[in-house]
């Protein structure tokens, strides 16, 4: 990870993975089944949809145990549930195998159908931590880009001209708003052409232009 200075705030620029796939797959040990289901998930909206849609289709298991990660750096969220099971011999060792695997906004769910025979918090922390693993095996790991959200701020005469900055570095239109004051143009923009565009559009426009970060995204 490493940081750099931009537009007067301090910045992360990084790569993030997540699970390339939604998938589920199968692991039987002893007499019980354990179903992995693992998503990309964004936000703890997604998150909470998945596991509710698992829990759903498997109302009648055992245990529906998750765990997930959201975020990177200082803002990384961090959860798993025990679901009934002994404490921290099934949500814990699902959250390891994400962090294991260098994922994040990944979620996992490992579904369990007791089959009579018990295994014990140590047998329960394999049956758990592999089935979670080969999830992320057959799911594969994506890699998401950094994007900073970005508000350009510019009197009606400059339009024209920052616009051509904005194409030229590849930057993403979201949306365009007209005020009183003038126009201001949200953008998504790689964290290696930001500072750039920004020195350039204060050539362009003999400083007069106020740019603004407003967050990130991955995509």
Not at 84 to 92: L, N, Q, R, V
């Amino acid at each position: 990870m490493t940081w750099s200075k931009c537009l007067g705030v301090e910045i992360v620029e990084e790569v993030l993975y997540t699970a390339a796939k939604k998938i589920q797959i199968i692991n039987k040990v002893k007499d019980s089944k354990f179903y992995g289901s693992i998503s990309r998930a964004d936000n703890k909206g997604e998150v909470k949809d998945f596991i509710d849609r698992i829990k759903g289709m498997y109302h009648d298991a055992t245990h529906n145990v998750s765990a997930y990660v959201l975020g990177t750096g200082d803002d990384v969220l961090k959860y798993s549930d025990d679901d009934g099971e002994p404490a921290g011999s099934s949500g814990p060792p699902i959250l390891q195998a994400i962090i294991g695997a260098d994922l994040s906004n990944t979620v996992l769910v490992v579904t369990r159908y007791f089959g009579g025979t018990k295994l014990g918090i140590g047998g329960l922390i394999r049956a758990y931590g592999d089935t979670a693993r080969m999830a992320i095996t057959e799911a594969g790991r994506l890699k998401l880009e950094l994007f900073y959200q970005v508000e350009v701020s510019i009197n009606y005469q400059l339009f024209g001209t920052v616009m051509g900055q904005i194409e030229a570095f590849h930057a993403v239109l979201l949306h365009t708003q007209y005020t009183n004051d003038g126009v201001i143009i949200k953008i998504l923009i790689e964290p290696a052409r930001l500072d750039r565009l920004h020195k350039v559009l204060i050539e362009k426009t003999a400083n007069k232009v106020d740019l603004k970060k407003k967050g990130y995204i991955y995509k």
